[in-house]
């Protein structure tokens, strides 16, 4: 089991900037991939970006240049550093980790960029 825990969202302005964490109870070591997806009221949960054990990275279309995603390994948790935001970036935000055991999903987190 690994429990997932996120933290950092909030009400930002356009053009603003926030940055995610996701805390795992487990040591990376065992987790081959971690990422951040997102779920807008009415549209299904997308992709936002993801990492792998050797930091190989991708990101969504939508977010690329403006979202980076890193890893802390001694603190367990994986980073989602939020630039330039839209109003279209709204959304619940979901930490996500797979293992050899199965995926892992946190709680969510919420995003609102609005003026």
């Known amino acids: 089991q690994v429990q997932l825990v996120e933290s950092g969202g909030g009400l930002v302005q356009p053009g603003g900037s926030l940055r995610l964490s996701c805390a795992a109870s487990?040591?990376?070591?065992?987790?081959?991939?971690m990422g951040w997806y997102r779920q807008a009221p009415g549209k299904q949960r997308e992709l936002v970006a993801t990492?792998?054990?050797?930091?190989?990275?991708n990101y969504a279309d939508s977010v690329k240049g403006r979202f980076t995603i890193s890893r802390d390994n001694a603190k367990n948790t994986v980073y989602l550093q939020m630039n330039s935001l839209k109003p279209e970036d709204t959304a619940v935000y979901y930490c996500n980790g797979v293992t050899a055991l199965g995926t892992y999903w946190g709680q969510g987190t919420q995003v609102t960029v609005s003026s």
């Open positions: 990492i792998t054990s050797g930091d190989s990275t």
């Open positions: 487990r040591s990376f070591v065992s987790i081959y991939v």
